[in-house]
Nanobody
């Protein structure tokens, strides 16, 4: 089992920045693709960004490309999401996820919610206009 805990959410004005963190514990040895998703009430969970297990490829949703940056620290089992130029439509609960895999995932795979094995509880991000 892998436990994921997010932190760093909060309230920020449009144009501002936030940094989210995801800490993994438990059976963290082995290879995991990691991702961030977000969810708002009444909507499906939306892919934000994902990183392949070897941290070679990182895929971003078009809606966040150029504004968000994913960083992984394998030694510390942590992952950060740096969010800049935030917009009101970025308001959501942000969840980190882990997918046990030994292959280099494509964007099609890494962006699929159903492909992930472990999820955090989420952290709320609210962007005011």
């Amino acid at each position: 089992q892998v436990q994921l805990v997010e932190s760093g959410g909060g309230l920020v004005q449009a144009g501002g920045s936030l940094r989210l963190s995801c800490a993994a514990s438990g059976r963290t040895f082995g290879s995991y693709a990691m991702g961030w998703f977000r969810q708002t009430p009444g909507k499906e969970r939306e892919f934000v960004v994902g990183s392949t297990w070897n941290n070679v490829n990182t895929y971003y949703a078009d809606s966040v490309k150029g504004r968000f940056t994913l960083a992984r620290d394998g030694a510390k089992n942590t992952m950060s999401l740096h969010m800049n130029s935030l917009r009101p439509e970025d308001t959501a609960v942000y969840l980190c996820a882990a997918r046990r895999t030994s292959i280099v995932d494509t964007m099609a795979i890494i962006s699929m919610e159903s492909r992930y094995d472990y999820w955090g509880q989420g952290t709320q991000v609210t962007v005011s206009s």
